[in-house]
């Protein structure tokens, strides 16, 4: 690293968490290149951003033209082509009758929003979300983050009228997943019997494939209970597909693996392949109850933002991006399960598509085993292979390669992680 870089890491706010220490100069594909030349598979897709790979010619090109043309243009004011088109796009994409697209910053913002829409469109003050959840950093988003205290200690008092019901997170329960969706579903209505009552409730909130509390998929049975809960009593079911939409779970978004659709749906991440952009997606009648005004932003469907977004779209479905996932997902897990039977601090292997976690335990315990997660992702960097932790007590490694990675990446992937579990578990 030289001594420009040198002096100024030191500079970088100290509140940002960093688990590397490399100075990318370049990435392409499912590789970062460090100045000091080193190149490194990137399994963590900026957690979980570029689905695309990194700079994906088709996506360059469109912020390259997008460019040249303008930058900015406020849609209060201007409505551009950009925006038209990722729409056009979105619509292929998005199943109906979902057809009304707000767009925005970042995930948290998305979020922000679509609770604002639920309040106001049902007329009720309290949101229900689930242990372990994981929906921002803002001062809303972060009173309905659940996953670590990091996230909320020192922020208090946070906004009120939220309430928290399990998760059915079945290896965290000690319970198959039928158990673990009974369990979490009478939870549920006790919560709505106890706490909140569904006259007040104005939505239920919860992450299609909960992504930072530990890559946990849940159970078809208690999404679809889920669904009916809503159904049953006028309450806005909000899907965050923040993290498991845009093709990372080998559907366009993770709720098609359920059979079921939201009310409104948030997504950011993946949808533009880097460039800050989400988006509040729900249907027209539910979106002509909102008072004109009542959402808005600045920045919010940034005309190069939503180039991008429309040339990721199109790169998927062109280059069959989301067969892909599912193939490559498959191939992932079934490497994975082998190296579980050879060690047994391998609790869990879990996921859908390219969304997957391996959970470790040692001596039985989740909080022990938080050290050797931290010890093989470092050993892992040091052979090449970039991964994230993830999880209330960060015991879950989570794998997250671009949706158009190689069989051959997947394989190196699997290898560089073997050899790091060799050296660090003695």
């Known amino acids: 690293m030289n001594t420009l870089y040198t002096d100024n890491f030191s500079h970088i706010t100290p509140a940002w968490s960093r688990i590397f220490n490399f100075v990318a100069e370049r990435a392409e594909g499912s590789y970062i290149y460090t100045d000091d030349g080193k190149k490194l598979l990137d399994f ?22 997008q460019a040249g043309l303008f930058l900015h243009a406020q849609i209060n004011i201007v409505v551009h082509k950009p925006m038209l088109q990722l729409i056009e796009e979105l619509r292929k994409v998005v199943p109906a009758p979902i057809d009304s ?21 049902t007329g009720r003050q309290n949101v229900i979300v689930f242990n372990g959840s994981f929906h921002g950093r803002t001062h809303a988003a972060m009173a309905l983050t659940t996953s670590k205290t990091i996230y909320r200690s020192g922020f208090a008092p946070l906004p009120s009228g939220i309430y928290v019901s399990p998760f059915p997170y079945a290896f965290n329960l000690g319970m198959t997943e039928e158990q673990a969706s009974d369990y979490a579903l009478n939870q549920l209505e006790y919560l ?33 209970g889920l669904r009916e809960i809503c159904d049953k009593h006028g309450i806005m079911l909000i899907l965050d597909e923040v993290q498991s939409g845009f093709g990372r779970t080998g559907k366009w978004f993770a709720f098609e693996h359920y059979d079921i659709l939201p009310d409104i749906m948030t997504v950011a991440k993946g949808i533009a392949s880097g460039m800050p952009l989400s988006g509040v997606f729900s249907r027209t009648d539910i979106m002509k109850k909102l008072e004109t005004g009542s959402v808005g932003g600045t920045y919010g469907g940034n005309a190069i933002a939503c180039a991008a977004g429309a040339a990721t779209i199109r790169a998927m479905r062109e280059e069959k991006m989301i067969e892909n996932a599912a193939d490559k997902g498959i191939q992932l897990m079934t490497g994975l399960r082998k190296l579980q039977e050879e060690y047994p601090q391998i609790g869990d292997v879990r996921g859908k598509g390219l969304m997957v976690g391996t959970e470790f335990i040692v001596d039985g315990k989740q909080a022990k085993a938080k050290q050797l997660v931290k010890d093989v992702i470092h050993s892992a960097e040091e052979k090449g292979l970039l991964l994230l932790s993830c999880g209330t007590y960060d015991n879950t490694l989570r794998w997250i390669p671009p949706l158009n990675v190689t069989t051959e990446q997947i394989n190196d992937g699997l290898k560089i992680f073997s050899d790091s579990l060799k050296e660090v578990i003695k």
Do not use: D, W
Not at 44 to 65: D, L, M
Not at 101 to 121: D, R, W
Not at 215 to 222: D, E, H, I, N, W
């Open 192 to 224: 709505l019997a106890s706490q909140t009552s569904p006259k007040e409730t104005a939505a239920i909130l919860i992450e299609t494939v909960l992504g930072e509390g530990g890559y946990v998929a849940p159970p078809k049975s208690f999404m679809k």
């Open 101 to 121: 697209f707000y767009f925005a910053n970042s995930g948290a913002e998305a979020v922000e929003n679509a609770i604002k829409i639920a309040k106001a469109v």
């Open 44 to 65: 963590t897709s900026g957690i979980g951003v570029t689905n695309t790979g990194h700079c994906h010619p088709k996506v360059v090109e469109a912020i390259r033209e």
